[in-house]
C-alpha cells in the first residue's frame, strides 16, 4: 500500500511563508502535486511536478508565489508558498500520480492515484 505523509502546515501571518513536504512510500511515481480545500469548498489544483522536475504546473492563483519541488530520490515534493493569503486557509494534500500525466491535465483530481491525509495551513489575517 502506497502511502504519502504531509508536513509543514501551521499558522502563519498573512504575508508570510511555509514550505510543504510530502513523502512517499515509494518511488515510482512519474508525477506528483498539491490541492487544497477549505471549508465548504471542492479540492482545487494547486501546483504539480513531473518526477524530473522538468514540468511544472501552477494555478493561476499562486504563481509568482509558490513553488514546487521534487526531491533528489523522487520520493518526496515539496511546496514554498510565500505571501500566503487569509483567503488560502485550507487543507493541503499531496497526490502522486502512477500512469500517465501532462502538464495539460494536471489540474484533474482523476490524474492522481494516490492522497495523502492532508496538512492544516491556517493565514491569519
Known amino acids: 500500500q502506497v502511502q504519502l505523509v504531509e508536513s509543514g502546515g501551521g499558522l502563519v501571518q498573512a504575508g508570510g511563508s511555509l514550505r510543504l513536504s510530502c513523502t512517499a512510500s515509494?518511488?515510482?511515481?512519474?508525477?506528483m502535486g498539491w490541492f487544497r480545500q477549505a471549508p465548504g469548498k471542492e479540492r482545487e489544483f494547486v501546483a504539480a511536478i513531473n518526477w524530473s522536475g522538468s514540468n511544472t504546473r501552477y494555478a493561476d492563483s499562486v504563481k509568482g508565489r509558490f513553488t514546487i519541488s521534487i526531491g533528489n530520490s523522487r520520493d518526496a515534493v515539496y511546496l514554498q508558498m510565500n505571501s500566503l493569503k487569509p483567503e488560502e486557509t485550507a487543507v493541503y494534500y499531496c497526490?502522486?500520480?502512477?500512469?500517465?500525466?501532462?502538464?495539460?491535465?494536471?489540474?484533474?483530481?482523476?490524474?492522481?492515484?494516490?492522497w495523502g491525509q492532508g496538512t492544516q495551513v491556517t493565514v491569519s489575517s
Open positions: 515509494r518511488r515510482t511515481f512519474v508525477a
Open positions: 497526490a502522486a500520480a502512477a500512469n500517465m500525466w501532462s502538464t495539460a491535465s494536471a489540474f484533474l483530481r482523476s490524474r492522481y492515484e494516490y
